[in-house]
């Protein structure tokens, strides 16, 4: 018995140009793993964004694609005006398509790894939950990127009681989260310390399809708000990059 699409509406915002194609490829490449409906929506009056956020609004998008503006560098991610507004409360996830995505080599299977950004929080939770739903779905495996950033400086007292509470418990909650996901879902956790945005960026570019975050932990539920890390990491990751709403 085949399983329901997880993305029975997907939505590729059309322009005729580059990153409309880029849109419209990564779109066929998800329906073709998820079994959904393919819609490519060209705006030829009134605001592209308004429309697109309207079918959000009636149900008739579960999922909306976009390419990068033509200012991203090739290969890398970079949201246009549009979707710089659908992350402003649009109710459905929105992928953003790296630039030139449409001349890559798609012959091989490319949505087979996938990376959440985790930071405990329920927001990053329900990226998590999302990308365990695609692994599943498409058979991958999935990276779950828990990023510690670096104590402040401070008495070397603190410092020690600053690391004990923060360091382990974090990588606890990491562990916990990806023990918590069914073992078909093949998740591993990833610890890193440093900058997050930074750290985010480097591993995009290391064999990764997709990257899963999450949207900001204010604002209403079920809508995209995005927050300061993930509005830095869709300005230059180099693999397409999903926004899952804030979770109700």
């Known amino acids: 018995m085949a399983h329901p699409p997880l993305y029975k509406n997907v939505v590729a915002g059309y322009e005729d140009n580059e990153r409309g194609e880029d849109a419209r490829v990564l779109a066929k490449r998800i329906v073709e793993r998820d079994g959904g409906e393919l819609k490519v929506v060209h705006v030829e009056k009134g605001s592209p964004a308004d429309a697109l956020g309207a079918l959000a609004e009636r149900g008739d998008a579960d999922l909306i694609v976009l390419g990068s503006t033509h ?3 090739i290969g890398s991610v970079s949201p246009g005006s549009i979707a710089e507004h659908l ?4 109710r459905c996830r929105l992928v953003i398509a790296p630039k030139s995505y449409a001349e890559e080599d798609h012959s091989g299977d490319r949505l087979r790894v996938l990376a ?3 930071d405990g929080m329920a927001e990053s939770q329900a990226a ?5 739903k695609l692994c599943l779905k498409f058979g991958g495996s999935m990276k779950v990127i828990g990023v510690a950033t670096p104590v402040p400086a401070m008495g070397a007292a603190a410092a020690a009681q600053a690391g004990a509470e923060a360091g382990p418990d974090f990588q ?11 073992p078909e879902v093949r998740a591993l956790p990833v610890l890193e310390r440093g900058n997050p945005v930074d750290k985010l960026l480097e591993l995009s ?4 399809d997709l990257l899963v975050l999450g949207s900001r932990g204010f604002g209403p539920v079920m809508r995209l708000l995005i927050g300061s890390v993930s509005s830095r990491v869709i300005r230059g990751a180099a693999c397409p990059v999903m926004v899952v709403p804030r979770p109700g």
């Not at 992350?87 to 649009?90: K, R």
């Not at 606890?172 to 069914?182: C, G, I, Q, W, Y």
């Open 71 to 73: 200012r991203a560098h």
């Open 87 to 90: 992350l402003q409360g649009a």
């Open 116 to 118: 959440v950004g985790y």
């Open 128 to 132: 998590l939950e999302e990308g365990a």
């Open 172 to 182: 606890t909650r990491l562990n916990e989260a990806v023990a918590a996901l069914p």
């Open 205 to 208: 570019e290391v064999g990764i």
